[in-house]
């Protein structure tokens, strides 16, 4: 089983709707990451959270919301989803205490598609 | 200006010459800078990390930093077809998460 485990693994949607991804861990780490992945625009930060009752938005959170419901989970939201949030959206994990401190291990990433 | 520039490339090198990707940075007081693979479809991965001036090489693979000039690069030797992939420079500007830059598409030829 992976490590970091995200669902769905691929949604389609439709404008307005609202969406959730949702995040697993079982690495035992306290800092959890959403990220989106555009073609050529490489990997660009939503969210950030270090421990569960640390949340810090990122360089494009605009239309996003996240919970980080316990030290394992990390879920993001859209609340009204639009066509230009088709991407793919990573999760990633990582320890600061860490041997290789700054490595995130990311899930195999959620695709998702606003119609 | 981007916090993270690379040439999105493709890169094209033929099988057993040097790959050589490059990475320029916005930001002096960045202190960490990593390399990350992603192969098609697949989510990125941890292959280089550096965080003093020179060299630092593991295997076939030699990351460089420059911090006065802000540059950072990735040597690949003896390209392997099994290289072709993204590489993903990252930057840790001490604003507590990467910096990504947007890739650049590496394609060895066999």
């Known amino acids: 089983d992976a490590d970091v485990t995200q669902t769905p693994r691929n949604r389609i949607t439709k404008t307005g709707k609202r969406i959730m991804l949702e995040c697993s861990q079982t690495?035992?780490?306290?800092?959890m990451y959403w990220y989106r992945q555009d073609p050529g625009l490489g990997l660009r930060l939503i969210y950030y959270?270090?421990?569960?009752?640390?949340?810090n938005k990122g360089e494009i959170s605009d239309g996003y919301s996240v919970s980080r419901q316990a030290q394992a989970k990390f879920s993001l939201s859209l609340e009204s989803a639009i066509p230009n949030q088709t991407a793919l959206y990573f999760c990633?994990?990582?320890?600061?205490?860490?041997?290789?401190?700054?490595?995130?291990?990311f899930g195999e990433g959620s695709r998702l598609t606003v119609l | 200006q981007k916090e993270v520039e690379q040439n999105s490339g493709p890169l094209s090198v033929p099988e057993g010459a040097i790959a050589s990707l490059n990475c320029t940075y916005s930001d002096r007081g960045s202190q960490s800078f990593f390399w990350y693979r992603q192969y098609s479809g697949k989510s990125p991965e941890l292959i280089m990390f550096i965080y003093s001036n020179g060299d630092k090489e593991d295997g076939r693979f030699t990351a460089q930093l420059n911090k006065a000039s802000q540059y950072v690069s990735l040597l690949i030797r003896d390209s392997q077809p099994s290289d072709s992939a993204t590489y993903l420079c990252a930057v840790d500007t001490g604003r507590r998460a990467l910096t990504f830059g947007s890739g650049t598409r590496l394609q060895v030829q066999p």
């Open positions: 990633a994990t990582s320890d600061p205490a860490g041997e290789r401190t700054g490595e995130l291990f």
């Open positions: 959270s270090f421990d569960v009752k640390d949340i």
């Open positions: 690495k035992g780490h306290d800092r």
